[in-house]
Nanobody
Framework: QVQLVESGGGLVQAGDSLRLSCAAS????????MGWFRQAPGKEREFVAA?????????FHSDSVKGRFTISRDNAKNTVYLQMNTLKPEDTAVYYC??????????????????WGRGTQVTVSS
């Protein structure tokens, strides 16, 4: 069982930056691939970014955030980060951290993940 706790959300202005953190419980953090998803009011949950297992995981970012957001992980701290730069009002959403352990997954779909955090609100004003 893995517990995930997100932090770092808040209210910012367009163009600002935020860094989200997701702290995971357990001693096998490096064996999980990790992802960030977001859900805006009235919309479905959408993929934002993912990072594969290991020390230097491969990263994947959605087209809507590519070049602005960066996912990273620190296995020594059992933490995954999402650095968000040049934020836009359309980035407003609840951001969820997720962990998965299966093989042969795309890492870009919610069904690929086994554990989820409760989310942190990010609001970007124009």
């Amino acid at each position: 069982q893995v517990q995930l706790v997100e932090s770092g959300g808040g209210l910012v202005q367009a163009g600002d930056s935020l860094r989200l953190s997701c702290a995971a419980s357990g001693r096998t953090f490096s064996s999980y691939y990790m992802g960030w998803f977001r859900q805006a009011p009235g919309k479905e949950r959408e993929f934002v970014a993912a990072i594969s297992r290991g020390t230097y995981g491969s990263t994947f970012h959605s087209d809507s955030v590519k070049g602005r957001f960066t996912i990273s992980r620190d296995n020594a701290k059992n933490t995954v980060y999402l650095q968000m730069n040049t934020l836009k009002p359309e980035d407003t959403a609840v951001y969820y951290c997720a962990a998965g352990f299966s093989y042969g997954r795309t890492l870009t779909q919610a069904k690929d993940y086994n554990y989820w955090g409760r989310g942190t609100q990010v609001t970007v004003s124009s």
